[in-house]
């Protein structure tokens, strides 16, 4: 596929990320297919040739020798999302900025039942609770207190930085965060049921893999409960004799500062992920406790238990809005538990699955079926924004002249 000599494609489009693939693997697998591509062989030049000017004019100024198509991404999707990535090219990774500050929709699956130490089902159960009172009116009743303006607390399994270390790094070392993770203002703009699956008709699981109750413990260190009635239920074939769950007992937080562990389980799966341990508020409040749920002894000939509900959500938020602490925060305020199943992000700003986004599956067919529409999106992208890229590098010379002045007043 041969491309006008010396013209140079760069700028903004989105791909529709696949579950199991990492913000940071997206890009790694876009260089893998721009680098020899004939689209950027314009690209590459400009930089090589740039890169020689620099090497004669400032020596040693770069380490990384090796030269590859400038790739960045505009809002992470963790591993298990999947939907619209954001990605700039060349001088379009300057004005992924605004990408992260626009509004966003999603459609999230949540489960009922259980509470996790990521808050969705490939985290390690926590507490499980009664989930058979949970209905559809009583999530769209319960809706309404998310929309609109509203605080909501980070989850420990996310970027946002404490002390310059990033909340899930501190999680993955099994250490307590040094100050209280604080509650932030974001928006829900629209928030409504999709569709509402009955316990029994859908293919959700509680996980099955329990975490420890020293795990647990530690977990309500790091979330300060202090005093809190936190009733759970055993998993079946760990019954008490009479047939119930285990009952309700009361822990009390230790005021020492010591380190603690939250659960690594995603430390293989999340690389600078999008999604506080029990995220938005933690493990449930005395004054919002779950009912229990009476688990059949062996020797009960009683029909079993349904399982439990699962509700699909869509939302439209504002940047800093985190879907797990959503799920979370609505099991509790209906009596339960709850964590994430599924989560698609169906647009951010102006690109939207179905309408202009690159299918992530097609890289894989070659040049001649993903280039065309790259070259698209892009064109289209520096049609609109012609004459700004001046403006970016303009407002990039001024932040460094800055920071040198600050560096030489120190």
Known sequence: MSKPKGKVIEGVFAINKPTSVSSA????NLQHHFNP?????????????NREFEERTHRNRRKDKRVQVKIGHGGTLDPMATGVLIMGVGKGTKRLQRFLECTKTYEATILFGAATDTYDILGKVLRRAEYRHVTREKVEKALGKFRGKVMQRPPVYSALRV????????AREGKEVPKEIEERPVEVKELEVVEWMKGGSHKYQIPK???ENEEKDLVEKVLHL????TPSINAVGDQSTNGVASTVTKRKRSLDDGDSVVPNKKSELWHDGESQCLMSGGLQSPDHSPKQIDVPSQKDSSPP????PAVKLRMTVTSGFYVRSLSHDLGKTLGSLACMCELVRTRQGDFELGENVIEYQNLEKGEDVWGPKVEELLA???SRNKGMDGVADRSDGERRRRRRNSSSDA
Not at 25 to 28: A, C, H, K, S
Not at 37 to 49: D, T
Not at 226 to 229: L, P, S, T
Not at 305 to 308: A, C, G, I, Q
């Open 25 to 28: 693997q997206v890009i790694r």
């Open 37 to 49: 591509s004939a689209l950027f062989a314009p690209w590459l030049a400009a930089e090589r040739s």
């Open 163 to 170: 002390q310059g270390k990033r909340l899930y790094e501190y």
């Open 209 to 211: 893999e329990e975490a």
């Open 226 to 229: 202090g005093e809190a009635v």
């Open 305 to 308: 238990v349904e399982s439990p």
């Open 380 to 382: 289209e992208w520096q």
